[in-house]
């Protein structure tokens, strides 16, 4: 019964034809014309899901006989992930654009305040506690208590509740806390307001959304130096 159904579908698949009005009907005639098929919509599907909503189909299929006929590509593989990079980041970065504007608007308010200091990247900081030991290079890795939240006070990450302080090396974490912590004597306390550019960028990261200012209250308990 399986071995039927199997050749079944297989001529099912073979001759599917797909209808186009006022077009001649492409006929898919064999498994190697309906696998072609397939992998055109895994791929079309997998962008789509991307946010991509246009594509140059005939680039798409000229990219494709290049490579399948030997012949050299446009671009080579390394332009083109960095094509696809850019591509992807400016379309992320248009999708996070509300998100990006009132971040904005909130670092240009808060630069303001009383205490608050803006470096020449754009970090914010408050100096909560001022503490008297070592500060962190980027080869050393900090043990810290910390507390981050969204601009509108929305939690998402946080230490204090875990029970345990955060233990990683200074080169593993984002810019912005890679200056924040650098600032820090090992005793200090302090609040970072760290622009997207220098978090997560335009991308969602689990419950940030894309674009976000990050908020984080910081307190760098203790350096340990590499062995």
């Known amino acids: 019964m399986k071995k039927v159904i199997l050749f079944t579908l297989s001529i099912a698949i073979g ?19 309906s696998a072609s098929y397939a992998i055109g919509l895994s791929v079309a599907n997998f962008y789509k899901q991307q946010g991509i909503k246009s594509i140059n189909g005939s680039l798409v299929t000229k990219a494709v006989n290049d490579v399948m006929s030997g012949k050299k590509p446009l671009i080579d593989e390394t332009t083109a992930n960095n094509v696809m990079n850019l591509y992807m980041s400016r379309m ?40 008297t030991g070592a500060k962190p290079s980027m080869v050393d890795s900090f043990v810290v208590h910390y507390r981050g939240t969204l601009v509108d006070g929305t939690p998402f990450d946080d230490s204090y509740s875990r029970g345990q302080p955060l233990t990683m090396g200074l080169n593993q974490v984002v810019t912005g806390w890679q200056e924040g912590l650098q600032l820090m004597n090992v005793g200090s306390k302090f609040k970072l307001y760290i622009p997207h550019t220098l978090g997560y960028g335009a991308f969602d990261y689990g419950p940030i959304p894309g674009g976000s200012v990050l908020v984080f209250e910081m307190e760098l308990l203790d350096i340990k130096k590499p062995k």
Do not use: C, W
């Not at 509300?98 to 900081?125: C, E, H, M, P, W």
């Open 92 to 131: 992320q970065e248009e999708k996070a654009k509300s998100k990006i504007d009132s971040g904005k608007a909130f670092l240009a308010k808060n630069k303001l305040r009383k205490g608050v200091i803006t470096t020449a990247s754009g970090l914010q900081y408050e100096i909560l506690t001022q503490g």
């Open 15 to 33: 001759s599917f034809v797909i209808a186009q009005p006022g077009k001649p009907a492409p006929v898919l005639k064999n498994i190697t014309d």
